[in-house]
Nanobody
Framework: QVQLVESGGRLVQAGASLRLSCVVS???????????MAWFLQTPRNERVCVAV????????FYTESVKGRFTISKHNANQSVILQMNNLTREDTALYYC????????????????WGQGTQVTASS
């Protein structure tokens, strides 16, 4: 059974940095290396919005406009994890962040992803 476990979220001051981690278990290293991975946030209206995507090969990354230049997504096959480095956090970044995985094509919609973690809360206060 595939499991995704996120960690790293906490309360920080605006302007600070956080490093979110998502570890994937229950799959072989070969399968993990084939996953396109993404980070989503959940809005107050319970909608999941994609903030960053990394393709299965790790050579392409995509970001929503509001986080470009501040967030970096990376994929690490050796320990089956994906990292979201978040710099210069603002109050608007406050949300529950989810890690997601798919063997399909990369995309921005939550329905395109097959496996999800339970989320980690990021709160940036001013």
């Amino acid at each position: 059974q595939v499991q995704l476990v996120e960690s790293g979220g906490r309360l920080v001051q605006a302007g600070a940095s956080l490093r979110l981690s998502c570890v994937v278990s229950g799959v072989s290293r070969g399968t993990f290396s084939s996953y396109t991975m993404a980070w989503f946030l959940q809005t107050p209206r319970n909608e999941r919005v994609c903030v960053a995507v990394i393709t299965w090969s790790g050579d392409k990354t995509f970001y929503t406009e509001s986080v470009k230049g501040r967030f970096t997504i990376s994929k690490h096959n050796a320990n089956q994890s994906v990292i979201l480095q978040m710099n210069n956090l603002t109050r608007e970044d406050t949300a529950l962040y989810y890690c997601a995985a798919t063997l399909g094509r990369s995309g921005w919609t939550p329905t395109g992803y097959d496996h999800w973690g339970q989320g980690t809360q990021v709160t940036a206060s001013s």
